[in-house]
């Protein structure tokens, strides 16, 4: 079964600094989806970012990035020059993609608190 | 494109009663699935419909709980009846292929 392992359950920036949050995964699929969702106070569950196993290209939204490393098995999250909005509870999630069964394994989660 | 639809926002009842959250997905998208909230269990799946069936209700904790999907455009979730370890925030999402995009949530409060 695959599971998400997030192993910072909380973490704290300065405004205007990088931040990154971890990500590992255990699967023995060759192709995959990976995502991260955003879930501010407002408890809206917001889509941040998608990667596909099969693309080496690490996918970018704005100043959101990943780093994904398919042999590690990890997939972390780049937020660079912070911005107070982006306190929330951030989520990776896998899905293996099987003809009508998109079933998402979500980690635990970080919290994040960005700092004035 | 509204979003996703989740009526209502907000529930509070009392044990025993039966409870009914209401979703309406994204127009086209042909999953939906539900999921529960909670600061001790984190985000569980319930359970997920394709093209209206249901396809894995192994999350759903118990018989009290039951989810119908009519049409491609409405679903259900009863607590029949409920009990206060069922307060949480109930979310309906809805999805075309891999990218699930999910409802405001149902905040339920069982006293």
């Known amino acids: 079964a695959q599971t998400v392992t997030q192993s910072q359950p909380e973490m704290s920036v300065q405004e205007a600094e990088t931040v990154t949050l971890s990500c590992t995964y255990d699967?023995?699929?060759?192709?995959?989806?990976l995502f991260w969702y955003k879930q501010p106070p407002s408890r809206q569950m917001i889509l941040v970012i998608r990667?596909?196993?099969?693309?080496?290209q690490n996918a970018t939204e704005n100043r959101f990035s990943v780093n994904f490393q398919k042999a590690a098995k990890s997939f972390s999250l780049k937020i660079s020059d912070s911005q107070l909005g982006d306190t929330a509870m951030y989520f990776c999630?896998?899905?293996?993609?099987?003809?009508?069964?998109?079933?998402?394994?979500f980690g635990k989660g970080t919290r994040l608190h960005i700092l004035p | 494109d509204a979003g996703v639809i989740q009526s209502p926002r907000h529930e509070v009842t009392e044990m025993g009663q039966e409870v009914t959250l209401r979703c309406k997905p994204i127009?086209?998208?042909?999953?939906l699935f539900w999921y529960r909230q909670t600061m001790m269990r984190g985000l569980e799946l319930l359970i997920y419909?394709?093209?209206?069936?249901?396809?894995?209700d192994s999350g759903m904790p118990e018989d009290r709980f039951s989810a119908k999907m009519p049409n491609a455009s409405f679903s259900t979730l009863k607590i029949q009846p409920s009990e206060p370890r069922d307060s949480a925030v109930y979310f309906c999402?809805?999805?075309?292929?891999?990218?699930?995009?999910f409802g405001p949530g149902t905040r339920l409060t069982v006293t």
């Open positions: 999402a809805s999805s075309l292929r891999f990218e699930q995009y």
């Open positions: 127009s086209g998208h042909n999953s």
């Open positions: 699967t023995s699929e060759n192709n995959y989806y």
């Open positions: 999630a896998f899905m293996k993609p099987a003809g009508g069964d998109d079933k998402i394994i």
């Open positions: 990667q596909e196993a099969y693309k080496q």
């Open positions: 419909f394709n093209n209206n069936v249901p396809i894995d």
